[in-house]
């Protein structure tokens, strides 16, 4: 079954620190994954996506298709990063149904 | 303003009561879809639409129906809604489908249903 985990409901660091937003995923075949993010009265918005291999807003992912994991990376916080991040995979192969993640709050601090 | 709508945003309505809930876009987008959003469970597909007249079911299908009569609408209905689709429901909508990898969805501003 497919499926997308992330272990972390919450997770709290201090600005400047490096942050990681785990998600790991189920798949038999090649996923195609999203990160999604939703700021406080905002939309939900795409952030990155693995095919892309792209940096926004300073945060990076990298498909690990051995341990099926696509983190969440960026090497400094910064408090305006404070949001709910989702993970989400789309199976390949014509599948249009996107399976998000529970999703991860992170919150910077000052 | 290209973006995705969504009416109403907020709804309070007893069980049994037939309600939808629309949504219109206006970038003359082929994919739309419909998930709803549950503390701890994240966001479930309800279902989604390829085109006009084309639709399938996501991974939580059951009580609801949609249609897809014009392109840039797509409505959800709730026949007989339960307490059990209280929730946050949110559309969204891309250039075309999902498969590539290369197509962003536009989320609407949600929908928030209570039914008692």
């Known amino acids: 079954a497919q499926r997308v985990t992330q272990p972390e409901k919450l997770l709290s660091v201090f600005k400047g620190a490096p942050v990681e937003l785990k998600c790991n995923y189920s798949?038999?075949?090649?996923?195609?994954l999203f990160w999604y993010v939703q700021y406080s009265r905002q939309r939900l918005q795409l952030l990155l996506r693995?095919?892309s291999r792209e940096s926004i807003k300073g945060f990076t992912a990298d498909l690990n298709k051995g341990e099926t994991s696509f983190h969440l990376k960026k090497p400094f916080a910064q408090e305006e990063d404070s949001a709910m991040y989702y993970c989400?995979?789309?199976?390949?192969?014509?599948?249009?149904?996107?399976?998000f993640g529970a999703g991860t709050r992170l919150a910077v601090h000052p | 303003e290209a973006q995705v709508t969504q009416n109403p945003r907020y709804l309070i309505t007893v069980t049994g009561k037939k309600l939808t809930v629309t949504c219109s876009q206006n970038?003359?987008?082929?994919?739309m879809s419909w998930y709803r959003q549950d503390p701890g469970l994240g966001l479930r597909q309800i279902y989604y639409s390829m085109n006009v007249e084309v639709t399938d079911k996501g991974d939580v299908p059951e009580g609801y129906k949609v249609s897809r009569k014009e392109k840039r609408n797509f409505p959800l209905i709730l026949e007989s809604p339960s307490p059990n689709q209280t929730s946050l429901y949110f559309c969204?909508?891309?250039?075309?489908?999902?498969?590539?990898?290369?197509?962003?969805?536009?989320f609407g501003p949600g929908t928030r249903l209570t039914v008692l």
């Open positions: 989400a995979l789309n199976g390949s192969g014509g599948y249009n149904k996107l399976i």
């Open positions: 798949y038999s075949g090649s996923p195609e």
């Open positions: 693995h095919i």
């Open positions: 969204a909508s891309s250039l075309r489908g999902l498969t590539g990898g290369l197509n962003e969805q536009f």
């Open positions: 970038m003359n987008h082929e994919y």
